[in-house]
């Protein structure tokens, strides 16, 4: 079992990537992320971003219930069903889900952010969690019947609200519950960089141990990645390919170790 | 089986609705439009319709590819997941499809319209068309084992597009394919009304063999609606509630036989 996570950066190729699943030989599900579409049409929706600082002076986006629409229409709405167009046009039965459909990816609400409003602390709740259960059944029994799943947010909270959640978080929760022994990230960058600034200095292959003392060096969104990284190591065998989803042929590429190989 | 179709206007009472599948004893399949949804969005999005005039004078909607793409964006995606997330907070485990996964409603490309421009006659083909087949092998698949599966547009042509199509005929198709008794049509009314503009003149009960009459007496919109209704009977033997969903417990209410009973 494959996983491919899908970035939602603008200048990925769906259309290359999607064509060159046919050289997987393997069973495979695809999580795909839709960022930079959701920022654009909630631009013109005249969505603002909501962005709330706690008490201790951290900020963090506020994903009201109008975010959660805006990731309906366009994660699971535009972005998964073209894809799953793709799919089906490249010969690949696919079937798009969102975590809510079917309880595919079950989550634990976020506690909330504490806030001081006219000088009184206050508890305020979003739509946010993180992935604790995946309905393995209802994967394998899509797949065992000829169908690929493609998955993204949202996912369903212990109330059965539809929350979001890190698709890293997802990966890393997916890939152990199906024991998948590879997992190929598509990127906007040609694989995993030593200087985030420079195309040229990608890491052609990290030992787990490495990822570990990389973590303890960086921090803020990095150690979110490295940590996610980190995660997809918890059980078995794993080989992460990390590649650019910008070139033609990605996945082939990916498996040649063209990216960064993380094993 | 029965299959719940719920239209896509305003005033519907979605909460009512989902809440009240719980008193329905049979299986079931759910599919709901969005258009009052779509046109709110398409005209935020500043997406403008375009209608064509076909050379011997008719007009129609071009369902162009941004079209398409804005029927994503709210009948898959943010209409569809609010009802599967209803759904599970009643305990239903919904699985929302569009036609186009797994190719659930594969369906046949319209031909074109024959427009003149600049004096020369052209044909002009959008993403619309018909719906011919159903995989009822998915569809059963999700039912035996708990799913219930929630359907819309769009569908998939016979070259793996996209395209919109009617879920009038999409109820017919999926009714005769999976040898529905029931079909529960949840609209913006009492139920079939003798008089458009009275709501206080729901016809109780109507024969096929009257269908048939009235279809021959009126034109337009109407017309086509009366012939999807015919459709519904066309295999089996059927009961078709059209009852009001903007009510409480419209369901219940519906095979109490408040609105209109056609057998």
Redesign the interface.
Known sequence: MTIIKIGGGASLNLQAIISDLRNLNDDFIIVHGANALRDE?AK???YEKQVLVSASGYSSVFSDEEAL?IM???????R???I??MC??TGI??????G????VIEGKRNKGIRVKENGKLRIVRDFSGKPKNINV??LK??IS?G?VPILTV?I?DE????ISSENDDIVALLKNSLEAEKVIQLIEAPGFLDDANDPNSVVKSISKDELERREAQVDGRMKRKMKALIKLFETGNTTVYICDGRIEKPITKALNGEGTVIS
């Open positions: 049409v013109k929706l005249g629409d309906m229409m366009t994660y699971a709405g535009l998964n069903k073209r799953v167009e089906q046009q039965n696919a079937v798009g889900l969102t809510v459909d079917g309880k059944d209802l029994l899509l019947n169908y949202p369903i109330n059965n609200f539809a």
